[in-house]
């Protein structure tokens, strides 16, 4: 693990190898990443990030939902 990841070091099963196992789409990834790392990294912005992320996820879904209705 790079020095970058460190922040991950703490965790029990990194952010990556609990979406690879649960099939997630790289949306659902990048939400639980930043949701995970956000106090001991990004703070507020990882926050903020993964508000940003659910927003897309929500507009996507809702166009997909749209275009089969």
Do not use: C, W
């Given at each position: ?27 659902q990834h990048t939400i639980i ?15 903020l990030a993964a508000r ?18």
């Amino acid at each position: 693990m790079s020095e970058l990841d460190a922040h991950y070091t703490k965790l029990k099963i990194q952010p990556i190898d609990f979406s690879m196992a649960n099939n997630l789409d790289a949306m659902q990834h990048t939400i639980i990443k930043y949701v995970v790392r956000f106090r001991d990294k990004g703070g507020m912005r990882d926050l903020l990030a993964a508000r940003h992320t659910i927003d897309l996820l929500i507009a996507h879904e809702g166009k997909k939902n749209d275009d089969t209705n």
